[in-house]
C-alpha cells in the first residue's frame, strides 16, 4: 500500500496538467513531422513566419478579443504590469501589424505556428494549451477576391501534404446570409437563427420548424428559410438556384456574386473537383467575418468537424489603427486535430526517434564507431553511437525499441576487412559494405 | 502635437512589452533560418524532439528551481491551480523523464527548442521571453563519459550548421575545483571563491588577491589559488600541471581523470584541434553541474560571452523520482546570441519573404499567372502571384523590397508564345524561357 501511495503523490506532482498535451516520442515525431509539412506547405506559398509573443498587455488583447473568449483568458500581474497569454494567433497579429504598419510590405503574406491558450473545461478533444497554425493575407485598404481563392489552394495543398487530401472545403459567404436575414427583417435575431441552422445535421426538419418558431419567426418565413437551407448541388447550380431566389437586397446579390467570383477563380488553380463544396448553412457565427467563410472536414473523419476554418474580415486592426486592413485567412487547430487522428488510429507511430542508424560496436575502442558516426552525419545521415558499455543484445534491443531502421555493427573482423556490417532492421538482411557503399545504402 | 500624442497612445497599446523579442520580416526569416539549423543539427546526432507544456504546476517546478530563479517566475492562479511558466528546459524534462519513466528508453537523447520565461530586470540582451535551444542525454543509473565528448561534438557541428564555427569551447570539471578547495578547507566559501574567480579576466592582479585576501584566506593559499588559476597552456600541458600539483584529495584526482578522458575520447569526433580548450575558472556556479562544465565563446565576438553552456549532473530527477538518472547536455540561448549577432552587423538580412519567384501578370486574366504558380509549387518553388491589381511598376517595387530573388512576367506576347519572362532581380539579367527551362532554371 505504501508504494502505491507513493505513486499516487508522485502523479500528483509529475502529471501533466488537465487539458494541457503531452506527448511520447514516436507521437511527438509524428507532431513535428505534421508541423514542418504545413510550414514547408505554406512557405511554398511564398509566405512569411511570424512568431509573436505568448505573452501580451491585457489591455492590447481585450481590446479586440471579447464575450466568452475574455472569460478563458490566462490573465495575471506581473509587478505593474496586466498580462495575458494569447488565446489565438489573429488578435497578435492585428496588433503587430498595426505597430509595424510602416515597417511592413503589402499584401502582407504571413503564417504563424504556435500554441494558444484558452482555459476552457478539459474534456475530450479540448485543449487548453493548443497549436494553431494560421496563415492570413493582409491588404493596404483593399484586397483582391483572388486571396479567397487562393486560402483555398492553401487549405488543400496543406491537408495533400499532410496525406490527409481527401477533403471536403464548404464554403459560403456571411453576405449571403446577411443579406437573407436583412431581406426579411431578421436581422435582428440572426445570431439564434445561425445556432439552429448549425444543429440541421442533428436534429429532424420538425424539430427544426419547432425551434424556429420559437423565435416567433412566421410561418411563411420559416419556409423560405427552409427553402433556402436546402438548396443544395453543386456550385453551379447552388449560385443559379440563389439568383432565382429574386432577391433584391444588395448585400445578399453582392454575396452572391463575391462567392461566384472566388468559385470562378479557384478553377484557376489546382484544386480537384469536389473539394470546394457550396454551403449556405457554414457562418462561423462566432468569429468577425466578413464575406468568405470556410469550413474543412476530413471525409472519412466528419466526426472530427472543422479542421481547418477561416474566411475574410473588412477591417483586420480597427481598434489599433485608422488604417483600413481588410484580409483573409485559415487557421489549423493542429493539437486537436493530431489528437482525434491519433485516438481514431488515423496516423501510425513510427519511430521513436530521428536516427536513421545505430553504430554498435563489438569492440572495447569506440573510437572506430565515432570515426564513422562523423562521416555519416557528414553525409547528412542523422546516425546515433550506442555509447554505453553494454551486453550486445541490449544494444539491440534498444534499436528495436526506438524502431530505427539500421544498425552498423563494428566488430574485430569489420576493422580488420574494412568494412561495415549494415542490418536493415525491418527485412532483417545484414550485409558487409564499404564506406562508400554504407553511405549510398543509408542516403538512399 | 495631437497627432504625436495620438502615436504615444497607440504605441503605448500595440508596442511589444519591454524584455520581449519582435521580429520584421527579414530578421524573424533569419531567426527561424537558425532555429531549423539547430534543429537539423540535433537530430543529425540522433536526438528525439521534446515540447512539453509552456504552463506546469508551480509545486512541480519550484521543486527544482531555487534562489534567484523562484523570483523570476511568472507564477498565477487559474481556477484552483498554481500555476507557473516554464524558466527554462531542464525542469521539465525532469518532471517529464520521472513521470513517463517506464515509457522511456534509455540512454534518452532529447532535445528541445522552446520559449521560455523570467522576468528579469529588463536591459540591453536581456530577455523575458527566451528561446532555449537544449539538448541532453539522460542515462539510467549510469552514463559514460564518451557522452559528454559527445557534447562537444554537437556543439560544434551546430555553430557549424549556424556557419559560425570560430568557436572555443572551454571546459572544465566541477570535481577538480570542488577537490582544490576540499584540499585547502575552503569548502564552505567555494562559491565567493568562484564570483571572484568568474571575474579573473576584468580585475587586476592585485585587485584579485585583495578580494581573496578579504575572504580571510591566509596569504600562502591565495597564491596556490593563484598559480592554479594561472595554470595555462594546451590540454595535455595543463592536465600534467595539474597532476603535479601532488594534491592527493581524491575528489580533486577523479576530476582530473574524468577530464582527460572526456578530452581523449573528444578526439575521435570530428572537432578540429583548438576549439575544446581546458579553462580551470569555469565553473557554471550556480548551476547543478557535478563534473564537467562547458561554456562557448564565438572567438570574434568574446564580449558576447558564453553562448552555449552546459555540463553533466549526477542526478536529473532526483526531486521527483528515485530513479537515480544522470545526465550530460548543453543549451543555447537564442534570442540572445540572435539579439547580440544582429546588433553586431555579425548576420545579414536576406529577403523579407519566403519565396524564390513572384509571378507578375501584365494582363488583366490572371488564370495563367495562377497555372504557372500551381505547376512551380508542385516542383517545390516557392512562388507567390501578385494578386492585386496595381500598376506594374508598384509590382516591382514589392518585389524589390522583399528582396525575392526572381520575378516572372506574362504579357500577351508570353502568353502567345508560350514562354515565360524570368527576371533574376539580383543581375537584373531577363530572359525567355519554356515551362522546363523556368522551373530548372528556379529549382537550381
Same mark, same amino acid.
Given at each position: 500500500?505504501?508504494?502505491?501511495?507513493?505513486?499516487?503523490?508522485?502523479?500528483?506532482?509529475?502529471?501533466?496538467?488537465?487539458?494541457?498535451?503531452?506527448?511520447?516520442?514516436?507521437?511527438?515525431? #509524428?507532431?513535428?513531422?505534421? /508541423?514542418?509539412?504545413?510550414?514547408?506547405?505554406?512557405?511554398?506559398?511564398? @509566405? &512569411?513566419? #511570424?512568431?509573436?509573443?505568448?505573452?501580451?498587455?491585457?489591455?492590447?488583447?481585450?481590446?479586440?478579443?471579447?464575450? !466568452?473568449? !475574455?472569460?478563458? &483568458?490566462?490573465?495575471?500581474?506581473?509587478?505593474? +504590469?496586466?498580462?495575458?497569454?494569447?488565446?489565438?494567433?489573429?488578435?497578435?497579429?492585428?496588433?503587430?501589424?498595426?505597430?509595424?504598419?510602416?515597417?511592413?510590405?503589402?499584401?502582407?503574406?504571413?503564417?504563424?505556428?504556435?500554441?494558444? $491558450?484558452?482555459?476552457?473545461?478539459?474534456?475530450?478533444?479540448?485543449?487548453? !494549451?493548443?497549436?494553431?497554425?494560421?496563415?492570413? %493575407?493582409?491588404?493596404?485598404?483593399?484586397?483582391?477576391?483572388?486571396?479567397?481563392?487562393?486560402?483555398?489552394?492553401?487549405?488543400?495543398?496543406?491537408?495533400? @501534404?499532410?496525406?490527409?487530401?481527401?477533403?471536403?472545403?464548404?464554403?459560403?459567404?456571411?453576405?449571403?446570409?446577411?443579406?437573407?436575414?436583412?431581406?426579411?427583417?431578421?436581422? =435582428?435575431?440572426?445570431?439564434?437563427?445561425?445556432?439552429?441552422?448549425? *444543429?440541421?445535421? *442533428?436534429?429532424? *426538419?420538425?424539430?427544426?420548424?419547432?425551434?424556429?418558431?420559437?423565435?416567433? &419567426? =412566421?410561418?411563411?418565413?420559416?419556409?423560405?428559410?427552409?427553402?433556402?437551407? /436546402?438548396? =443544395?448541388?453543386?456550385?453551379?447550380? %447552388?449560385?443559379?438556384?440563389?439568383?432565382?431566389?429574386?432577391?433584391?437586397?444588395?448585400?445578399? #446579390?453582392?454575396?452572391?456574386?463575391?462567392?461566384?467570383?472566388?468559385?470562378?477563380?479557384?478553377?484557376?488553380?489546382?484544386?480537384?473537383?469536389?473539394?470546394?463544396?457550396?454551403?449556405?448553412?457554414?457562418?462561423?457565427?462566432?468569429? $468577425?467575418?466578413?464575406?468568405?467563410? $470556410?469550413?474543412?472536414?476530413?471525409?472519412?473523419?466528419?466526426?472530427?468537424?472543422?479542421?481547418?476554418?477561416?474566411?475574410?474580415?473588412?477591417?483586420?486592426?480597427?481598434?489599433?489603427?485608422?488604417?483600413?486592413?481588410?484580409?483573409?485567412?485559415?487557421?489549423?487547430?493542429?493539437?486537436?486535430?493530431?489528437?482525434?487522428?491519433?485516438? +481514431?488510429?488515423?496516423?501510425?507511430?513510427?519511430?521513436?526517434?530521428?536516427?536513421?542508424?545505430?553504430?554498435?560496436?563489438?569492440?572495447?575502442? &569506440?573510437?572506430?564507431?565515432?570515426?564513422?558516426?562523423?562521416?555519416?552525419?557528414?553525409?547528412?545521415?542523422?546516425?546515433?553511437?550506442?555509447?554505453?558499455?553494454?551486453?550486445?543484445?541490449? =544494444?539491440?534491443?534498444?534499436?528495436?525499441?526506438?524502431?530505427?531502421?539500421?544498425?552498423?555493427?563494428?566488430?574485430?573482423?569489420?576493422?580488420?576487412?574494412?568494412?561495415?556490417?549494415?542490418?536493415?532492421?525491418?527485412?532483417?538482411?545484414? *550485409?558487409?559494405?564499404?564506406? /562508400?557503399? #554504407?553511405?549510398?545504402?543509408?542516403?538512399?
Amino acid at each position: 500500500m505504501l508504494s502505491e501511495n507513493k505513486k499516487i503523490n508522485k502523479d500528483n506532482l509529475t502529471k501533466v496538467l488537465p487539458g494541457f498535451m503531452e506527448l511520447l516520442p514516436a507521437e511527438q515525431i #509524428l507532431f513535428e513531422d505534421f /508541423k514542418t509539412k504545413i510550414k514547408s506547405s505554406y512557405e511554398n506559398f511564398g @509566405f &512569411i513566419p #511570424l512568431d509573436t509573443t505568448v505573452i501580451e498587455k491585457s489591455e492590447a488583447l481585450l481590446a479586440k478579443a471579447g464575450g !466568452e473568449t !475574455e472569460k478563458q &483568458i490566462y490573465r495575471f500581474n506581473k509587478g505593474d +504590469n496586466d498580462l495575458s497569454l494569447r488565446f489565438d494567433l489573429t488578435v497578435p497579429l492585428a496588433r503587430y501589424v498595426a505597430e509595424h504598419f510602416n515597417e511592413l510590405d503589402f499584401p502582407f503574406r504571413r503564417y504563424a505556428i504556435g500554441k494558444v $491558450y484558452r482555459a476552457e473545461k478539459p474534456q475530450r478533444g479540448r485543449f487548453r !494549451e493548443l497549436y494553431q497554425c494560421d496563415i492570413d %493575407i493582409i491588404g493596404k485598404d483593399s484586397l483582391s477576391l483572388v486571396n479567397d481563392a487562393e486560402i483555398l489552394s492553401i487549405i488543400y495543398s496543406t491537408f495533400e @501534404f499532410l496525406s490527409l487530401k481527401d477533403i471536403t472545403i464548404r464554403i459560403n459567404n456571411r453576405k449571403i446570409l446577411n443579406g437573407f436575414f436583412e431581406e426579411y427583417n431578421l436581422s =435582428k435575431i440572426s445570431v439564434d437563427i445561425l445556432r439552429i441552422i448549425d *444543429k440541421i445535421e *442533428k436534429i429532424t *426538419k420538425e424539430e427544426f420548424v419547432k425551434e424556429l418558431e420559437s423565435l416567433k &419567426i =412566421k410561418k411563411d418565413i420559416v419556409n423560405k428559410i427552409l427553402d433556402f437551407i /436546402k438548396i =443544395k448541388g453543386d456550385n453551379d447550380s %447552388i449560385i443559379k438556384n440563389l439568383k432565382s431566389l429574386k432577391i433584391k437586397n444588395e448585400t445578399f #446579390l453582392l454575396g452572391i456574386d463575391e462567392l461566384s467570383k472566388v468559385l470562378d477563380y479557384s478553377k484557376s488553380f489546382n484544386i480537384p473537383k469536389n473539394v470546394v463544396g457550396v454551403d449556405l448553412s457554414i457562418a462561423r457565427g462566432l468569429d $468577425y467575418y466578413t464575406g468568405t467563410v $470556410y469550413e474543412t472536414k476530413l471525409n472519412k473523419y466528419p466526426q472530427f468537424g472543422s479542421v481547418c476554418s477561416g474566411g475574410r474580415y473588412d477591417d483586420l486592426a480597427g481598434c489599433y489603427t485608422s488604417q483600413k486592413l481588410p484580409g483573409v485567412g485559415a487557421s489549423i487547430g493542429l493539437t486537436r486535430l493530431f489528437d482525434q487522428l491519433l485516438n +481514431n488510429n488515423a496516423i501510425e507511430l513510427k519511430q521513436a526517434t530521428t536516427s536513421k542508424v545505430v553504430i554498435v560496436s563489438m569492440v572495447d575502442d &569506440i573510437s572506430h564507431s565515432l570515426e564513422l558516426a562523423s562521416k555519416l552525419r557528414e553525409n547528412n545521415i542523422n546516425t546515433e553511437v550506442y555509447l554505453e558499455d553494454v551486453k550486445f543484445k541490449k =544494444k539491440l534491443e534498444y534499436a528495436n525499441k526506438l524502431k530505427i531502421p539500421y544498425i552498423v555493427i563494428i566488430g574485430e573482423d569489420e576493422i580488420n576487412e574494412k568494412v561495415f556490417a549494415l542490418k536493415n532492421m525491418n527485412t532483417g538482411v545484414q *550485409k558487409k559494405l564499404n564506406l /562508400k557503399d #554504407l553511405i549510398k545504402t543509408l542516403k538512399d
